[in-house]
């Protein structure tokens, strides 16, 4: 059964403060790993997909980088409006459909 | 950019009410899916389709069924509503090919009282 797990559930930091999200994932052959900023209210929003271990993909101040057991998602001088939820899912190999498996998700605060 | 778009922002029910949602996107995608959202329990998958007239149980599907006569349009009911069915319900869709990302709506709060 393919698994995902994020931490930490959440996260303080002062704007200006770097730091990193972590994806751990366990999955019978990975498609896809997946990134989305879920604000308040509101439905996820894709900002990555990674396909294989090594690959790094950028957004402004997000970086996201993939290993064969884990995600991270590395936030550099962040701002008030980063404050979300960022949730993780995977897609694995033969997946009829498509499905995601999403993990719980990391629920960000950026104070001024 | 992808449009997905859900009926309702608030819908409040009774219990034993029949209950629709709608979902609509704009980018001729033949997969849509249907996900309740609460807290501690994270995304669940209902339903999802892969073509009209087609759909597959996703992990939660009792107490629901779907229909999707058109290719844009995929519908959740909620035959008989009950107020553990009070949730945030997500329509997402996607291309068939695997590796792509899912778009979603913005959510319908389902409140059933």
């Known amino acids: 059964e393919d698994q995902v797990t994020q931490s930490p559930e959440a996260l303080r930091l002062q704007e200006g403060e770097s730091s990193s999200l972590n994806c751990s994932y366990t999955v019978s052959g990975l498609r896809g790993l997946f990134w989305y900023r879920q604000d308040p209210g509101k439905g996820p929003e894709f900002l990555f997909t990674l396909y294989s271990a090594g690959e790094e993909k950028e957004k402004e101040r997000l970086k996201a980088t993939l290993t064969k057991k884990e995600s991270f998602l590395h936030i550099t001088a962040p701002k008030p409006e980063d404050s979300a939820t960022y949730l993780c899912?995977?897609?694995?190999?033969?997946?009829?459909?498509?499905?995601?498996?999403f993990g719980g998700g990391t629920r960000l605060m950026v104070k001024p | 950019d992808v449009k997905v778009t859900q009926s309702s922002r608030y819908l409040v029910k009774r219990t034993g009410e029949k209950v629709f949602l709608e979902c609509v996107q704009d980018m001729d995608h033949e997969n849509m899916f249907w996900y309740r959202q609460d807290p501690g329990l994270g995304l669940r998958l209902i339903y999802f389709?892969?073509?009209?007239?087609?759909?597959e149980k996703g992990d939660i599907p009792e107490g629901y069924s779907v229909s999707r006569e058109k290719k844009e349009r995929f519908s959740l009911i909620l035959e008989s509503a009950s107020t553990n069915q009070t949730s945030m319900y997500l329509c997402?869709?996607?291309?068939?090919?695997?590796?792509?990302?899912?778009?979603f709506g913005p959510g319908t709060r389902l409140t059933v009282t």
């Open positions: 899912a995977v897609q694995a190999r033969g997946n009829a459909g498509n499905m995601l498996t």
């Open positions: 997402a869709s996607s291309l068939p090919q695997g590796g792509y990302e899912q778009y």
């Open positions: 389709s892969y073509d009209v007239k087609m759909k």
